[in-house]
């Protein structure tokens, strides 16, 4: 139900060839100027402040944050290993949600496109070291089933605030509340616009996929 991000996504960039990726990769000239499209109107918009309730943070160690990339001959998954982020919960129902993601944790299926991805090329962690996602609404889904909740807000991603919803299963246990969505955003909508190979190039959408738990108090420490 995050962002992200997350990232963060972040995100359908994975698609890139390893072959190119050398350990500069970083420094070699992007092409996107010559290929790809002027990037979407502009459409910035302030991160939503939180309402109040009880916070319950997140565990990393029994969350993931993925995400999958495509270009014409493949894809490449990845994901962040670091991240920060918590729900805000008023009588067991869950009002809101914030989260961080550090972008210099970003993974991915071939090491060298992990720092390729760190690069100027796609993330720029030099520059915009965290993508934010903040929600500005909750709501229990029109038709409930496997999609219980529709998520909006917004994501601080690439230097551009951009609005961002998405749909998210989401339960509150005993021990835990959990949320888990898959869904795609397209990268042109934070500024990554970085082609590809001219015959091999890389699609916009990319999809994240969200696994996350938020222990209350009485939940098991992960082992």
């Known amino acids: 139900m995050h962002l992200l991000l997350l990232a963060s996504l972040v995100l359908g960039m994975v698609g890139c060839d390893s072959e190119v990726l050398e350990d500069g990769a970083e420094d070699v000239p992007t ?4 290929t790809t499209p002027p990037p979407p109107a ?3 918009v302030p991160l939503p402040e939180l309402p109040d309730g009880q916070t319950v943070a997140v565990s ?3 969350s993931k944050i993925h995400f999958t990339g495509a ?3 493949g894809s490449h998954d990845g994901g962040f290993e670091q991240f920060d982020g918590a729900v805000v919960v008023s009588d067991d129902q869950v009002l809101a949600t914030k989260f961080e993601i550090d972008m210099a944790s970003t993974t991915a299926d071939v090491p060298k496109l992990a720092k ?16 934010t996602f903040v929600s500005s609404e909750v709501a229990a889904a029109s038709d409930p089933g496997a999609v219980t909740h529709m998520v909006k807000g ?4 690439h230097g551009k605030k951009r609005p961002l919803s998405f749909p998210a299963t989401v339960t509150v246990g005993e021990t835990a509340i959990t949320v888990s969505a898959t869904f795609d955003i397209n990268r042109q909508n934070w500024g990554v616009a970085y082609p590809g190979k ?4 890389i699609k916009d959408d990319v999809q994240i996929r969200l696994d996350l738990n938020f222990p209350t108090a009485s939940a098991p420490k992960a082992e």
């Open 31 to 34: 092409t996107q100027d010559l």
């Open 42 to 44: 502009n459409v910035e």
């Open 60 to 62: 990393v160690e029994l």
């Open 71 to 73: 270009k014409i001959t």
């Open 116 to 131: 390729h991805l760190m690069g100027k090329d796609f993330f720029m962690i030099k520059k915009y070291p965290k993508a």
């Open 154 to 157: 917004v994501l601080d991603f």
């Open 198 to 201: 001219p015959d091999d190039l």
